[in-house]
Structures are given as structure tokens and as C-alpha cells.
């Protein structure tokens, strides 16, 4: 079973990338770490704090820093809401956060454990600084995998994806770290839409977990049919990298050479993705291709039907 560091930004699509990598039996979730970006990072905080609470995931969870490593911080509130995490109320929990901050937990766990995966679905400001802190931790990470990126066009300007955009530098240092990372973008998230149809299938399986996902995703849908035309559903991103840990068949990647535009103009952020190899440039990521998208929503199914 795959050791896992989940680093994320909840969020709407993070919170059911929790929900799967809770499944005790199929991963072992060593810790969260949380960082800013679809909202500030008291809020992406307190929401990583409900949401292990709500799914009895007993983990610790971790805070990062406020900001991304050079850039100014941008959040995403147009869909994410003022909490972050709009459309669910949770009860109060006492739950508090761990003692280190997300760095000290992404570094203390990899030298902890022999072999580490790091997921990560938001900006990648914690990764990027952990691996600059302690370098020694490369030998214990297995892969990193993030959400982010596109092969083709951004979701917050024609050239970038938001986790990239959020923090181009930090993500620069990951795909320069030379260890083996897979890049999940838009390319094949934006096959995987919540649909109406989706919606009422998971609601079927009427548990607390059901209802957190029928009632995240109204107001997920409801806020990006406001900023995108012809909407039939809000591409549920994230879980995406968690999904592709428990089905090896899930997605398929390709190999490539991928750099971050850190030009302060209009591709600022963009993900060049070299996929027919013009540059000969060495190949320093995985870029997800294609998605079993039935095989997805089944994955999707399956998590929710875990939790009582
Ligand atoms: O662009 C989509 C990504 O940005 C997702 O991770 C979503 O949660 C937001 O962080
Ligand atoms: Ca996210």
C-alpha cells in the first residue's frame, strides 16, 4: 500500500481528493499539508480541519505559509466561495492543527518513511520549499503528482492553469527537481465533469459522504456556470492524481520535457509541454494524456460507499 503526503487547497474538487485518499485499506495517508490558494490559508486550513474531523480520517494537518514564494497571492473565490468550501456546514470539532507548519510535516514524514508518494492539488508552494529546505528527502519520494498545468489552454488566463499560475517559481523547482513527476492538467480534467447525472448516482448512495459531495458540487457547479458558457458540469480536477494511485490503468501519461514560463507577460505560468519533442530537451515529466472516464466516476462511486 502507497504511502501518501496529500498537499492540497480545500476547495471544493481537493475535498473529494481527501475523501479518496481516506480509504485506509487502499492508501496510507500519512498527513496533509495545506497551502494557500483557493483561499487564504486560515480558511483552506480550517476546511482540511472539518473535513478529516467529518470523514474520521485521523491524520495530522498542517498549515503553510500565507503566500507563494515570490509572486503576489491570488485565491479563487468566484468558485470556491468566501469559505472556501461554500455549500457545506459542518459541526464544530476540536481538532487542532499540528505543531509544524506544511513544510516541516511534508519533511518530516519523507525522512520518516523508506518510500513516500506526494500528491499535490493546489499551488505548489509547500512541495517547492520542502525540497529546497531538505534536499535529502528526494531519496524517500517515490513520484510526485500533481494536479496543474495544461497541454493546451488555461482556466484563469488563455496560458495558465490557477495551481501553477498560483505559484510559477514553486513549480519551476518541482519539475526541476529531477525526480519522477506526473502533471495532471486541464487536458484531462476537463473530461471529468460533474454532471446532473453524476450528481443524482452519488446521491443514490445516501451516507454522510454522499451528502458532502451532492452538496459541495451544487454550489461548485452553480458558481463556475457563472464564469464558463455552454456548462454542463464543473471538471472535478483534483481527485484525479488520488484516483490515478488506485487504478494503474486510470490514466495514461506521457513522457516530455516540461518548462514553466516565468516571463512576467501574458504566458506567465504556462505549462510548455514538449510532447513532440521539438527542443530535445532531457524529459523531466509525466503528462497525463487521456482518462478511463468511467472507470473514474466508478473510483468516485466506490470512495463515497466507503464512509458509513
Ligand atoms: O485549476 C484547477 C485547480 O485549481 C484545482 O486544484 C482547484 O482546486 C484549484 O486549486
Ligand atoms: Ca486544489
Known amino acids: 500500500m502507497r504511502n501518501i503526503i496529500l498537499d492540497c487547497d ?28 483557493n483561499q487564504t490559508i ?56 499540528d505543531a509544524r507548519n506544511s ?6 514524514l519523507c525522512l520518516k518513511n523508506e518510500k513516500v508518494t506526494i500528491v499535490a492539488t493546489g499551488p505548489l508552494t509547500n512541495v517547492g520549499l520542502a525540497l529546497k529546505f531538505k534536499p535529502e528527502i528526494k531519496k524517500h519520494i517515490e513520484e510526485i503528482i500533481f494536479m496543474g498545468g495544461s497541454l493546451d489552454n488555461g482556466n484563469v488566463s488563455p496560458a495558465a492553469e490557477f495551481n501553477i499560475l498560483c505559484d510559477p517559481e514553486a513549480s519551476h523547482i518541482v519539475l526541476s527537481s529531477g525526480l519522477p513527476v506526473k502533471m495532471v492538467g486541464l487536458n484531462v480534467t476537463r473530461k471529468v465533469l460533474v454532471t446532473k447525472e453524476v450528481i443524482e448516482r452519488m446521491a443514490k448512495i445516501n451516507n454522510k459522504a454522499s451528502d458532502l459531495f451532492v452538496k459541495l458540487m451544487k454550489v461548485f457547479n452553480e458558481n463556475q456556470a457563472k464564469t464558463f458558457s455552454n456548462f454542463i458540469g464543473g471538471p472535478l480536477h483534483d481527485p484525479v492524481t488520488i484516483a490515478s494511485l488506485l487504478d494503474d490503468d486510470l490514466v495514461n501519461y506521457k513522457h516530455m520535457n516540461v518548462t514553466i514560463d516565468l516571463s512576467r507577460g501574458p504566458s506567465y505560468g504556462r505549462t510548455n509541454c514538449d510532447v513532440y519533442d521539438y527542443l530535445k530537451q532531457t524529459p523531466n515529466c509525466y503528462v497525463a494524456m487521456d482518462i478511463n472516464v468511467k472507470r473514474f466516476w466508478d473510483i468516485i462511486e466506490e470512495g463515497i460507499s466507503y464512509y458509513e
Open 42 to 97: 486560515e480558511k483552506t486550513t480550517r476546511n482540511a480541519l472539518n473535513l478529516v474531523s467529518f470523514l474520521s480520517i485521523d491524520v495530522p494537518v498542517a498549515m503553510g505559509y500565507k503566500d507563494p514564494l515570490v509572486r503576489d497571492r491570488m485565491i479563487c473565490e468566484e468558485i470556491h466561495g468566501e469559505s472556501g468550501l461554500d455549500g457545506f456546514t459542518f459541526p464544530t470539532y476540536d481538532k487542532k492543527i
Open 103 to 108: 513544510v516541516e510535516l511534508i519533511t518530516d
Open 10 to 37: 480545500p476547495g471544493h474538487d481537493d475535498a473529494i481528493a481527501i475523501l479518496l485518499a481516506g480509504q485506509k485499506e487502499k492508501i496510507n495517508l500519512l498527513g496533509i499539508s495545506v497551502v494557500s490558494g
